[in-house]
């Protein structure tokens, strides 16, 4: 496997003063797992790059002490312990070869050039074989935050077999100006979580491994949960402590939600939260959708109205709540916005409850229900079905509701427990679409789902969305279609 390291700072041969590597020779290194070589393949004044290339040993690996990971199930030795991926793709193992090759640079330090060390210069860095679980979005989502530029190329499986598809690995480069200490320290903690397959014996210091090499950015990262989980290979305590340790001092809460807004608000330079780019969601579909008069059900202190009366498009916004006190928060926040006359014929704000049958619900383009359904208890869903879906019939309706896998992510929640105190249920994504599909099936509406918030390449997004549509005359003796829009 190799990675190289290069430099447009001039004069570009420095950097084998950072990295303690002669540029006129090539070294080599024993590791526990095979041998390391450093080299550089370009040296001039004003580009220098340096490769590191690891020759894993893969049959010592099986046979020979230097590997745990057969520790405990030798009785098991397979072909695939032989015949694997290891020796050739960036892991753990590369890893662990930085620490030990480019330990001092690593740790920032450089006795003649101190200053150089300390300086953010021009690096990219390319890594042709580069196992990525989660795929790009997720390779992004590690490294733009931290000001990297990022390419990336799959390649086919085999070129002689196109059908086969493309393999899973990446070739990419990495482009930054930045210290080569604070390169390396994002190289050693990101690399083994875009493969999240350690291959050395998990111990109590990997903790203390991470916290170290995450010092001066883990904290701050956008992802710093998703980094964490996977690096301690979702063993969740370990992961439970390393993030405590990582937010001494914050609101959990509110921590918890800004690591799960994710790093494209970050790369925006504008922090958005999940409950904004929520309402931002809902007011692009409802506009998609052309609806005009919007009911929001359960409209709580009115965010989602307040996000409308932005847009002209939308005539008639109609906020019902079965809480007063919720509603006069509503009037309270809108006060402003409602100024004009113009405006206070836009808005209403009407006191009632979704599991009673009520004609102030007809007559509206669309209807929304948003994050609102796990506030009620299931045996009182089939009521709402019926009040909205058959008795007011909006030809649009939109419903969120959390996704109760990514609630994994949310490091002040003990497994198990759901988000808010009031709520009563919270689904996975499994769930939600069960239901929803259940609806169409009995009430002739299709629906098509989306995600809001970061989407985690396993557990989805924070939050879940169901675009339900009243079919039309002629699709009405069709069974029920359910779409997945897009997958989160
Ligand atoms: N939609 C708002 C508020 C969500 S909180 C937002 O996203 O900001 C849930 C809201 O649903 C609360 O305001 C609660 O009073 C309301 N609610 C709960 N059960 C209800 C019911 N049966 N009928 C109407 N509103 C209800």
Redesign the pocket.
């Known amino acids: 496997m190799l990675l190289t390291i290069a430099t447009t700072h001039q004069p570009a041969t420095e950097l084998g003063y950072l990295l303690h590597k002669h540029p006129e020779r090539c070294q080599t290194f024993p590791m526990g797992f095979g041998e390391a070589h450093v080299f550089y393949p370009e040296a001039s004044h004003e580009r220098c790059a340096a490769t590191l290339l690891l020759d894993v040993d893969s049959v010592g690996l099986v046979r020979g002490k230097s590997s745990h990971r057969s520790r405990g199930r030798t009785h098991e030795r397979t072909f695939d312990q032989y015949v694997n991926d290891r020796p050739y793709v960036a892991s753990s193992f590369l890893s662990v070869t930085l620490a030990k090759v480019f330990g001092t640079a690593l740790s920032g330090r450089c006795k003649s050039h101190p200053e150089l060390a300390n300086t953010a210069i021009p690096l990219e860095v390319s890594i042709p074989v580069l196992p990525c679980r989660g795929g790009e979005d997720f390779l992004r989502s590690l490294f733009e935050p931290l000001g990297y530029s990022v390419t990336s190329q799959t390649s086919p499986l085999d070129d002689t077999f196109p059908d086969w598809g493309n393999s899973q690995y990446l070739n990419i480069t990495l482009s930054n100006t930045i210290r080569l200490s604070e390169l390396l320290s994002h190289l050693y903690v990101l690399i083994p979580v875009l493969d999240e397959d350690k291959h050395y014996w998990f111990g109590e210091d990997e903790i203390e491994k991470l916290l170290r090499h995450g010092e001066g950015w883990l904290k701050a990262h956008p992802a710093r949960e998703p980094i964490t989980r996977r690096y301690l290979k979702r063993k969740r305590e370990m992961a439970e402590t390393a993030l405590a340790q990582l937010m001494e001092g914050e609101d959990p809460d509110a921590a918890a939600e800004a690591a799960a807004e994710g790093w494209q608000k970050l790369a925006a330079k504008k922090p958005v939260s999940l409950n904004q780019q929520r309402m931002a969601l809902v007011a692009d579909v409802l506009v998609q959708a052309g609806a005009k008069r919007v009911i929001d ?5 009115g ?2 109205i307040k996000e409308l009366l932005q847009n002209r498009s939308f005539e008639k916004i109609t906020g ?4 007063y006190r ?1 509603l006069e928060k509503a009037k309270r926040r809108l006060k402003y916005e409602l100024g004009p006359m113009q405006q206070q014929h836009r808005v209403d704000l009407i006191q009632g ?3 009673y049958k009520d004609d102030r619900l007809r007559g509206y383009d669309a209807a929304t229900v ?3 359904i796990e ?2 208890d299931l045996d009182r869903l089939a009521a709402f079905e019926r009040v909205l879906f058959e008795f007011a019939q909006p030809p649009v309706v939109i419903v969120t509701t959390p996704n109760a896998e990514f609630n994994i992510c949310f490091p002040a929640l003990q497994p198990g427990s759901l988000r808010h105190q009031d709520h009563r249920f919270e689904w996975s994504r499994q769930a939600f679409q069960d239901w929803a599909k259940g609806v169409c099936d009995r009430t002739g509406y299709t629906v098509t789902f989306q995600g809001i918030g970061y989407n985690h390449p396993d557990f989805g997004t924070p939050t879940q969305l169901g675009l339900f549509k009243k079919a039309t005359a002629h699709t009405q003796n069709k069974p029920s279609e359910t779409v997945q829009k897009r997958d989160f």
């Open positions: 059900l359960g409209c709580g202190e965010s989602l019902m709540d079965v809480s919720e409850s979704l599991i948003i994050e609102v506030h009620m």
